[in-house]
């Protein structure tokens, strides 16, 4: 029996994801989203054009590939139908190649409202959540309160009344709380136009292959078949193990590719973690090598930095290899991939924080939480200053990037496999 191979990203998300699931395709027959919701944008570039994939699978521009959405996926039918709309108009057809898991929960329309009224209601200690209503999803999913995606398939106008019901009861509360605090309710305007936007797409989502993936996924394994799965956001936004509670609201480790594809952890094979050479993060949250000076502004400029769902302002920061070495033994991580290299490229001097001062000590393990007290220490390495993007092979990669990548190897402990030096797939280096 084959064993699936996961590749997911190590830091707070945003690392590139989207590009090395496209260009590690052409090597498998499945490519299958394990969480996450449309708060995931995923941005790939070739042949001149931008996509960004928010809930389909990044392994649809290579045909002949089946690709998955499965059950650790939380869906939202309006977003989906518009991302798969508009790659139909780009000429990219899904009816056939895309399958959708039935235990797939459904993000509703009252979801999104009760995203924002739950933010709202927390005033200044609100987590900056994408307001897509991930989290109320999930919620409800732990709650056994859900909706899947199964569930359109029979008696869903009965079942969808009873949850459109239990929600409005709680936006009301929420509302309460949000003006006692001096802040303002959600408003409800709109809501019946978006419900039936909604149904609309309800109908337009029973046009797919809607399947038990987790026999289908099996099967395929025990046919041979090779799979990807393909993470969402990055390790450190773990609900159990990122920075909590600015995290996300499912498990982006490698163990989630397990529960949210019905994968057991005896059929993993090799784990892609994938990272930047420099760090981001969007939203609120710690950031422990953040910069707030003239070189965190120049990272963003010319790294693009900026959320592919949101549009908000990236904040940057120096690589920081406590976090990442940390994410690599949560993962289980066989082989690293470095993205964005260029963005480094005119930089005399390159920092690279390999451990953590918390009130007068030193450690190299990533702790329990994360505030002022945490000062991050740096080794300074020489800056190569040299245009990455002329490289088409490790040969001609400069001497002075070779020893960054060497000393991240040594820092880490893990093989640099793959080296992206600019947005294009055909931009991507591959070392022996």
């Known amino acids: 029996m084959r064993k699936a191979d996961i590749l997911l990203g190590l830091q ?20 299958a989203r394990f969480q996450g919701g449309p708060n995931a944008g995923h941005t790939l570039e070739f042949e001149g054009q931008k996509y960004v994939l928010r809930s389909i699978p990044s392994g649809i521009f290579q045909g002949g590939k089946i690709n998955l959405i499965g059950n650790g996926v939380v869906l939202d039918p309006v977003l989906f139908r518009k991302e798969a709309e508009e790659l139909a108009q780009s000429g990219h057809q899904l009816h056939d190649c895309l399958y959708i898991s039935k235990k797939a929960h459904l993000i509703l329309p009252t979801h999104r409202l009760l995203d924002q009224a739950n933010e709202a209601a927390k005033g200044k200690a609100k987590i900056g959540t994408t307001g897509k209503g991930i989290g109320p999803t999930y919620t409800d999913k732990i709650s056994r309160n859900g909706l899947r995606v199964g569930d359109i398939l029979d008696r869903f106008e009965e079942k969808y009344a009873l949850a459109h019901q239990r929600h409005m009861e709680m936006i009301y509360s929420l509302n ?133 769902v949101t549009g908000r302002e990236r904040r940057c920061g120096w690589i920081d290899l406590v976090a990442l070495r940390y994410t690599i033994m949560l993962n289980g991580v066989t082989q690293l991939l470095m993205m964005k290299s260029d963005v480094l490229d005119t930089f005399p001097v390159i920092k690279a924080c390999t451990a953590y001062r918390i009130n007068g000590e030193l450690t190299r393990d990533f702790p329990f939480s994360i505030d002022e007290n945490v000062e991050p220490v740096y080794e300074e390495l020489p800056g190569w200053q040299t245009d990455l993007t002329h490289c088409t092979k490790q040969e001609e990669l400069p001497q002075a990037f070779i020893n960054y990548v060497n000393f991240l190897e040594r820092e880490l402990n893990t093989p640099i496999k793959i080296i992206s030096v600019g947005p294009d797939r055909e931009a991507t280096i591959w070392r022996e």
Request: proline content about 4%.
């Open 12 to 31: 707070w998300g945003d690392e590139g994801k989207g590009k090395m699931v496209d260009f590690l395709t052409p090597k498998y027959d499945i490519i």
């Open 176 to 308: 309460e709380a949000a003006v006692a605090k001096g802040g303002t309710p959600v408003s409800l305007d709109g809501l019946e136009s978006l419900e039936q936007e909604w149904m609309q797409a309800i109908d337009y989502l029973r046009q797919f292959h809607l399947i038990d993936s987790e026999h289908f996924v099996n099967k395929a394994l025990a046919q041979d078949q090779t799979i990807l799965c393909e993470g969402a956001q990055g390790s450190l936004l773990d609900v159990d193990f990122g920075s909590y509670p600015f995290v996300t609201s499912s498990n982006t480790i490698c163990a989630g590719a397990c529960t949210g594809l019905g994968i057991a952890p005896s059929r993993i094979g090799e784990v892609y973690g994938i990272f930047k050479a420099y760090c981001t993060r969007v939203g609120s949250g710690p950031f422990p090598t953040e910069l707030f000076d003239e070189t965190g502004k120049k990272i963003r400029y010319i790294g693009h930095e900026y959320g592919a």
